[in-house]
């Protein structure tokens, strides 16, 4: 499960700009916005947007195919969090449009999902095991935290792999 996380987040970070540098991973300027994990909340404005990607749910069904194998539906969440725009923090311009708060949230996640869509076969190619059959199960806002002047969103999909039964 590891494995399809870091590739996930692989895909993403090499392919969606983030909107702090204006840059994707790996480029002049960079830095890493997408965690293989949970979204840290302890962190100021500097340090915003960030994304964190981790397995919601696992579950298999076994099915025959030339030998035994199990089909896997694996459900990831990718939760994105911004600071709340004041003053003039928070504020991104990108391709000449300025985003924060619940738009630089949707932006992101639509990005995301762009990304994921046509970079299927990237991720079905590489790696063990296959990841085929994506789904986007749905964007979900996960609220606004006065204290931490912090919104989240969370966009859920879905891959299916075969695993070899033991």
């Given at each position: 499960?590891?494995?399809?996380?870091?590739?996930?987040?692989?895909?993403?970070?090499?392919?969606?700009?983030?909107?702090?540098?204006?840059?994707?991973?790996?480029?002049?300027?960079?830095?890493?916005?997408?965690?293989?994990?949970?979204?840290?909340?302890?962190?100021?404005?500097?340090?915003?947007?960030?994304?964190?990607?981790?397995?919601?749910?696992?579950?298999?069904?076994?099915?025959?195919?030339?030998?035994?194998?199990?089909?896997?539906?694996?459900?990831?969440?990718?939760?994105?969090?911004?600071?709340?725009?004041?003053?003039?923090?928070?504020?991104?311009?990108?391709?000449?449009?300025?985003?924060?708060?619940?738009?630089?949230?949707?932006y992101l996640a639509s990005q995301v999902e762009n990304v994921l869509i046509s970079y299927q076969?990237?991720?079905?190619?590489?790696?063990?095991?296959?990841?085929?059959?994506?789904?986007?199960?749905?964007?979900?806002?996960?609220?606004?935290?006065?204290?931490?002047?912090?919104?989240?969103?969370?966009?859920?999909?879905?891959?299916?792999?075969?695993?070899?039964?033991?």
């Amino acid at each position: 499960m590891v494995e399809e996380v870091l590739r996930i987040q692989s895909v993403i970070r090499d392919n969606v700009t983030d909107p702090k540098t204006g840059v994707v991973h790996g480029d002049p300027g960079a830095r890493n916005w997408v965690y293989p994990d949970f979204p840290r909340f302890d962190l100021k404005q500097d340090s915003m947007p960030r994304a964190g990607i981790w397995v919601l749910d696992r579950d298999s069904v076994s099915k025959v195919i030339s030998n035994v194998k199990h089909l896997v539906t694996t459900t990831f969440q990718i939760e994105f969090v911004v600071m709340k725009a004041k003053g003039g923090e928070g504020i991104f311009t990108i391709g000449g449009e300025k985003y924060s708060d619940m738009k630089l949230l949707y932006y992101l996640a639509s990005q995301v999902e762009n990304v994921l869509i046509s970079y299927q076969t990237d991720l079905s190619d590489s790696g063990t095991p296959q990841m085929f059959n994506y789904t986007q199960l749905g964007k979900f806002v996960l609220g606004h935290n006065e204290q931490t002047h912090q919104m989240r969103l969370a966009l859920r999909v879905s891959y299916q792999s075969f695993d070899t039964a033991s």
